[in-house]
Each structure stands twice: as structure tokens, then as C-alpha cells.
């Protein structure tokens, strides 16, 4: 290989390798926690809702979401005599990812003799962003909008791609970590 080409590709080398170094740590921010999953049940017995839980855990490393994006989402609830604005703001935002969850989730459905589990699954980003909160006195409720970043799980037969695709990001990561 003549000297000119090997300095070429010395250069180059050394630029991918800068700015990997640089662009990669943008992925991954070490600052808490932004990523949660989130899950919706509906559970229902002879076509009767029975009961509904909402759950949200933090997942730093969940490799099953996919492409993220920003939705928003409206909708009215109703205010409850006495109700302090920070309680109001907590059902506004339960309330929100409930519809989110109905509208954009990943749906699968479970059965067994009369019970039904429907259940509804994402991952969002922090922060929740309440962009409207107003009290109707008409509707004696509160309207809202809301605005958060989200992704459905992805159907499981994805499920090991992304979990390789994952890992070889996590071992690039760890390797320009080395750098730092």
C-alpha cells in the first residue's frame, strides 16, 4: 500500500472514530432516568369491565421500542368537588396515557373461559408535557392536551433484531467509553 493511501486511511479512520465517539454519547444520556415502559390492562369478565390497571416502570435498556415519536393527545376529564390542581394534573396525565396507550399501543389479547385481559403496551420519554389545562365550568370538567414522546412495543417476532441491534450499539458505547 503506497504511504499516501495509508495516510488517507489513517485519516479517515481517525475521523469515523471522532466522531462516533462524538455522536454516540448522545444516545445514551447518563442523566436519571427518561425512558419508561408503560402498559394498560382492560380486564373483563362475561363482557362486563371488571377492572383496569395502569402500569409504568422505568426501563433505561428496553430494547423492543422502535422509531419514537411525538404525540399529542386531548380530552376532557371530570372534576371531582374540592379537587386540589395538583391531583387534578395527576388524573389529566393518567388520563392521557391511558388514551395514548388505547390509540398508539402495541394491543394483545389474552383469554380464558369468560375473563379477558386486553392489554396495551409503549415506551415513552420524559417529560409529560401538559401544553393545556383549562377548567370548562358547562362540562364541570377539566380540558387538556397533553404532548409526550412515544413508541410501541414492537411485535415480538422484531423482538431479537432489536435486541441485537441493542447490544452492538451498547458495545460501540462501552468501547468509546474506554476514550473518555
Not at 466522531?19 to 442523566?31: M, N, Q, S
Not at 422505568?58 to 372534576?79: C, H, L, M, T, Y
Amino acid at each position: 500500500m503506497p504511504a499516501d493511501y495509508r495516510r488517507c486511511f489513517l485519516y479517515a479512520l481517525w475521523f469515523t472514530s471522532f466522531a462516533i465517539w462524538v455522536l454516540i454519547p448522545a444516545t445514551y444520556p447518563d442523566e436519571g432516568i427518561n425512558t419508561y415502559y408503560i402498559k394498560y390492562d382492560i380486564k373483563s369478565s362475561k363482557n362486563t369491565i371488571v377492572n383496569d390497571n395502569l402500569l409504568m416502570v422505568p426501563s433505561k435498556n428496553d430494547f423492543r421500542a422502535e422509531k419514537f415519536s411525538q404525540i399529542s393527545v386531548s380530552g376532557v376529564i371530570s372534576a371531582a368537588p374540592g379537587e386540589s390542581n395538583e391531583s387534578a394534573q395527576k388524573r389529566i396525565k393518567e388520563n392521557a396515557l391511558k388514551n395514548i396507550l388505547l390509540n398508539n399501543g402495541l394491543k394483545s389479547v389474552k383469554t380464558k373461559d369468560y375473563d379477558t385481559v386486553i392489554s396495551y403496551e409503549g415506551v415513552m420519554m420524559t417529560p409529560l408535557t401538559l401544553v393545556k389545562n383549562t377548567y370548562v365550568e358547562e362540562q364541570n370538567g377539566y380540558l387538556y392536551e397533553v404532548r409526550v414522546e412515544f413508541s410501541p412495543i414492537a411485535f415480538p417476532d422484531r423482538w431479537e433484531t432489536l435486541n441485537m441491534r441493542h447490544k452492538i450499539k451498547e458495545l460501540v458505547y462501552d468501547f468509546f467509553q474506554l476514550f473518555k
